[in-house]
């Protein structure tokens, strides 16, 4: 038996490879969190039964920044100290909590290492607020540097531009 997993797939691209693979993917892995909720993948990918992963859920630092803004995002911060948890364990839990998702969380710290194993249970309120985030002006974002970033500034990726990849550009 074969599994395959794939990564950065979008659904222009999924349609291409279900069009001669003799095996479905098991597995997707894509960027994924609050600012970049993967919506149309996730609808495609439950419907094909691929189960999606999600990397880079606390995003990482924009221009010149020491923090991801998903770990200074007002919302996330202020669930933070409700759950009385970090605003990693809110971003973490969050992904986790998503059905037909699991999430891989990368660390070189090893507190923040063993803080993400440490899943909650959001409130619906709250996980459907969280789900809303990238609806406001200027959130909806790819928050990965993909090799060289004047690259994605220019709207490509490794020399593939957004439209060969499947993905919409942002800005």
């Given amino acids: 038996m074969f599994v395959i997993r794939v990564s950065n797939f979008s659904v222009k691209n999924m349609k291409t490879l279900l069009e001669t693979a003799k095996v479905v993917?098991?597995?997707?892995?894509?960027?994924?969190?609050?600012?970049?909720?993967?919506?149309?993948?996730?609808?495609?990918?439950?419907?094909?039964?691929?189960?999606?992963?999600?990397?880079?859920?606390?995003?990482?630092?924009?221009?010149?920044?020491?923090?991801?803004?998903?770990i200074i995002d007002e919302k996330i911060v202020e669930l933070g100290k409700k759950y009385d948890v970090g605003p990693g364990t809110i971003l973490i839990s969050w992904i986790a909590q998503r059905p037909g998702w699991n999430v891989i969380p990368k660390s070189a710290n090893s507190k923040r290492m063993r803080e993400n194993f440490d899943i909650i249970k959001l409130d619906q309120a709250d996980y459907d607020a969280i789900f809303e985030i990238h609806k406001a002006e200027g959130k909806l974002q790819h928050l990965c540097a993909y090799g060289d970033k004047d690259i994605m500034k220019e709207g490509g990726i490794m020399g593939w531009s957004l439209a060969d990849m499947g993905w919409e550009k942002m800005d």
């Fill in 25 to 70: 993917p098991a597995v997707n892995q894509v960027e994924s969190h609050p600012y970049l909720p993967q919506i149309s993948i996730d609808s495609y990918c439950k419907e094909k039964g691929i189960i999606l992963t999600a990397y880079s859920p606390l995003g990482q630092p924009r221009e010149g920044k020491k923090v991801s803004p998903l």
